[in-house]
Antibody
Framework: EVQLVESGGGLVKPGGSLRLSCAASGFSFNDYSMNWVRQAPGKRLECVSYISSDGYTRNYADSVKGRFTISRDTAKSSVFLQMNSLRAEDTAIYYC?????????????WGRGTMVTVSS | DIVMTQFPLSLPVAPGEPASISCRSSQSLLQSNGFNFLNWYLQKPGQSPQLLIYLGSNRASGVPDRFSGSGSGTDFTLKISRVEAEDVGVYYCMQARQPLGAFGQGTKVEIK
C-alpha cells in the first residue's frame, strides 16, 4: 500500500524547534519529489516546502524561509522538515504530500498529518 | 505570486442535485504544452486532502465519474453531477504550475 506517515509534531514554545518526519512506503521513494503542506486552524491549505526527487532543488514559502529546512534520506525513504525559531503563526497540521510524476505539481498521495502547536 | 479565488465559499446541496464550484487564477495556468496546471482536492471532515482532478480535467484514480473538471487559462469549474452524502467536505483548487502552488480559500459543500 502506498503510504506516507508523518511524526514529530507537538507543543513547543515560541522560538523553539521541532523536526518533522515523513516515512514513505509502497512506492519507489527516489523517483518522487516531496512536499510539506500545512493547514492552520480555520485557514486554507498552504504549501510550505518542496524538495525534488534528487534533493538538489528545495523551495520554501516566504513565511518560513530562513527558519525551516527540508531534507530527504533515500536509505530511510523519508523526508524531513527542520523547523527553527517557531512562531505562534506556525501552529498548524503539517501534511507530507507526494508530487505526482508528470507535468506540473500534483499532490497525489497525502499523509494523515502531524499537529504542531506553538504556544507559551 | 499567483492568487487563487474560489466561489461560492459555502454550497448547500440537496442529495441527487448537481453542484458547481468556480475557481479563478490571477495568472493563466495554460502552458504551451496544452496542459492547464490546475488541480482540485477534497478534504472530507477530519481527513487529509485527497486529489480529485489534476491538469484541469483528469480524474484521479478511484474518483467517481460524477466529478468533472473543466476550464482553461484563468477560469475553472468543478462539477458534481449528482451530489451524494459522502461528497461533503471542503473543496480546494490549487495552481500546479510551479512548486509551492497556492490554494483557493476552499468551498464547503454540505447536504441540505
Amino acid at each position: 500500500e502506498v503510504q506516507l506517515v508523518e511524526s514529530g509534531g507537538g507543543l513547543v514554545k515560541p522560538g523553539g524547534s521541532l523536526r518533522l518526519s515523513c516515512a514513505a512506503s509502497g512506492f519507489s521513494f527516489n523517483d518522487y519529489s516531496m512536499n510539506w503542506v500545512r493547514q492552520a486552524p480555520g485557514k486554507r491549505l498552504e504549501c510550505v516546502s518542496y524538495i525534488s526527487s534528487d534533493g538538489y532543488t528545495r523551495n520554501y514559502a516566504d513565511s518560513v524561509k530562513g527558519r525551516f529546512t527540508i531534507s530527504r534520506d533515500t536509505a530511510k525513504s523519508s523526508v524531513f522538515l527542520q523547523m527553527n525559531s517557531l512562531r505562534a503563526e506556525d501552529t498548524a497540521i503539517y501534511y507530507c504530500a507526494r508530487d505526482r510524476r508528470g507535468p506540473g505539481h500534483t499532490f497525489d498521495i497525502w499523509g494523515r498529518g502531524t499537529m504542531v502547536t506553538v504556544s507559551s | 505570486d499567483i492568487v487563487m479565488t474560489q466561489f461560492p465559499l459555502s454550497l448547500p446541496v440537496a442529495p441527487g442535485e448537481p453542484a458547481s464550484i468556480s475557481c479563478r487564477s490571477s495568472q493563466s495556468l495554460l502552458q504551451s504544452n496544452g496542459f492547464n496546471f490546475l488541480n482540485w482536492y477534497l478534504q472530507k471532515p477530519g481527513q487529509s486532502p485527497q486529489l480529485l482532478i489534476y491538469l484541469g480535467s483528469n480524474r484521479a484514480s478511484g474518483v467517481p465519474d460524477r466529478f468533472s473538471g473543466s476550464g482553461s487559462g484563468t477560469d475553472f469549474t468543478l462539477k458534481i453531477s449528482r451530489v451524494e452524502a459522502e461528497d461533503v467536505g471542503v473543496y480546494y483548487c490549487m495552481q500546479a504550475r510551479q512548486p509551492l502552488g497556492a490554494f483557493g480559500q476552499g468551498t464547503k459543500v454540505e447536504i441540505k
